[in-house]
């Protein structure tokens, strides 16, 4: 079992490689991205087949934080996602993941009233309309993250690049990147939804709410993800935490949004059947939105700083699973 001290020691070779992999991003992968997918998936497929899941999933852990995860007494927050990919199969976790079916989920649980105005749902690039589609739109496939394509205006819409990078993430099954089994047996397709704007032609911050077995405790807000990403995060009362998990914190405070009490009832209400989830939000022009629903926030491999919060977020998180396994035993 690792020690307080000892999770901290190694969050200094953990955050030189974040630093190291953060440059190449913004330098080099750009780039290389769509052929590097490939050759991941291929590699990915190659040592699953090989090594097991179990294996692959450990294996990623020690890269990332420097120390094997104890998954017979997780303790830390990432530890406990990464038993949860080995060990929970709830097919509901499968149609939440899913951008598509995750509309009637929605629907069924706070209502309607909650989800972006979907433009079209098609199987192919080239079932797209786009002559039809009306600016602001964005396209995105369903079954991964990445591979959004945005259309702020028909005159500097790149169609053909537009479909290539569509028919590129429709051929990638997202469960090779990090295990994440949710997305393993999900249909690819694509999805078109209006874009949701702020004051000023912003495209609006994301609410993303951590909820710890139905319980929307900790919320991260995302700013300027396409170009100077930061992110603050906040507790259940708007108190500003002090944490980072792999972005650096805004130099202003954010305001607490306008429909705060509302967006932590629908953050609840999504989250109830899960020991954890994080329910992504807009709250826009006095509504509310769901954007998506993600259960191992950057595949379960970016610790939060200080480490601390690793531990302190990690026991809020009650694994049903695996009292359910110590009683038995």
């Not at 170009?227 to 130099?251: A, C, I, L, M, S």
């Not at 899960?274 to 629903?293: C, M, N, P, Q, W």
């Amino acid at each position: 079992m690792r020690t307080n001290e000892s999770i901290e020691q190694l969050g200094l070779l953990s955050r030189l490689r974040r630093g190291t992999e953060l440059l190449i991003r913004r330098t080099i992968y750009p780039y290389i991205k769509l052929p590097y997918h490939r050759l991941l998936i291929w590699r990915m497929k190659r040592r699953i087949s090989r090594l097991g899941e179990k294996a692959v999933v450990v294996g990623h852990f020690v890269k990332r934080f420097g120390y094997a995860p104890d998954l017979d007494r997780p303790r830390t927050f990432n530890e406990k996602l990464a038993w949860i990919k080995l060990n929970v199969r709830d097919p509901l976790m499968t149609l939440c993941a899913d951008k598509f079916a995750l509309r009637d989920y929605v629907k069924g649980r706070v209502g309607e009233k909650y989800l972006i105005p979907l433009l079209g749902v098609y199987e192919r690039p080239e079932d797209i309309p786009f002559d039809d589609l009306l600016a602001p739109f964005v396209l995105k496939v369903n079954h991964a993250s990445g591979g959004n394509v945005f259309c702020l205006d028909k005159h500097s819409f790149n169609q053909k690049r537009a479909i290539r990078i569509l028919r590129h993430h429709l051929k990638i099954n997202a469960y090779y990147y990090d295990c994440e089994w949710p997305y393993r047996d999900i249909a690819p397709r694509i999805v078109c939804e209006r874009i949701l704007f702020e004051e000023g032609s912003r495209l609006a911050r994301d609410f993303k709410c951590l909820c710890f077995n139905g319980e929307p405790l900790v919320i991260e807000v995302d700013v300027d993800r396409y170009g100077e990403h930061r992110e603050n995060y906040y507790d259940e009362n708007w108190k500003f935490v002090p944490v980072v998990q792999g972005y650096p914190n805004t130099k202003v405070d954010i305001p607490r949004p306008e429909r705060f009490e509302e967006m932590k009832q629908v953050a609840r209400a999504l989250s109830q059947p899960f020991d954890f989830a994080r329910i992504d939000l807009y709250s826009i022009h006095g509504k509310v939105y769901v954007g998506e629903i993600t259960f191992f926030p950057g595949g379960g491999s970016i610790p939060f700083e200080p480490e601390e919060y690793e531990l302190e977020y990690g026991e809020r998180i009650h694994l049903a699973g695996l009292s359910a396994k110590k009683t038995a035993t």
